[in-house]
């Protein structure tokens, strides 16, 4: 059964940091692309980073590019977006997901970068990151 998971949400002060995890389950994490999207209350999903299953290449949005970094550790099938110098707008839930890419995917994340949320094939459940003083 293909799942993921996320954890390490949680509730932080302006400028602090949080590292999400998201572990990978009946399938090989080596051969996906895995992305973090967020959506905050009243918003639409948003992609926040992804990371390639070729050569490992990472892609940011904008909103988080300097402090979010994405990983990936195959031997623990887990995948990461570590969060620095947080602000109240990165306040959501984070989700991950991932796809086995087929050619025109990869060829779409390299030219665009983020795929966007329908390229994904599983999803977790998410996790809650509130960012307040």
């Known amino acids: 059964q293909v799942q993921l998971v996320e954890s390490g949400g949680g509730l932080v002060q302006p400028g602090g940091s949080l590292r999400l995890s998201c572990a990978a389950s009946g399938f090989t994490l080596d051969y996906h692309v895995i992305g973090w999207f967020r959506q905050a209350p009243g918003k639409e999903r948003e992609g926040v980073s992804c990371?390639?299953?070729?050569?490992?290449?990472?892609y940011y949005a904008d909103s988080v590019k300097g402090r979010f970094t994405i990983s990936r550790d195959n031997a623990e099938k887990t995948a990461y977006l570590q969060m620095n110098s947080l602000k109240p707008e990165d306040t959501a839930l984070y989700y991950c997901a991932g796809v086995y890419p087929t050619a025109a995917q990869s060829l779409l994340l390299r030219r665009h970068g983020l795929l966007p949320e329908n390229e994904y094939d599983f999803w977790g459940q998410g996790t809650q990151v509130t960012v307040s003083s």
């Open positions: 990371i390639s299953s070729s050569d490992n290449s990472t």
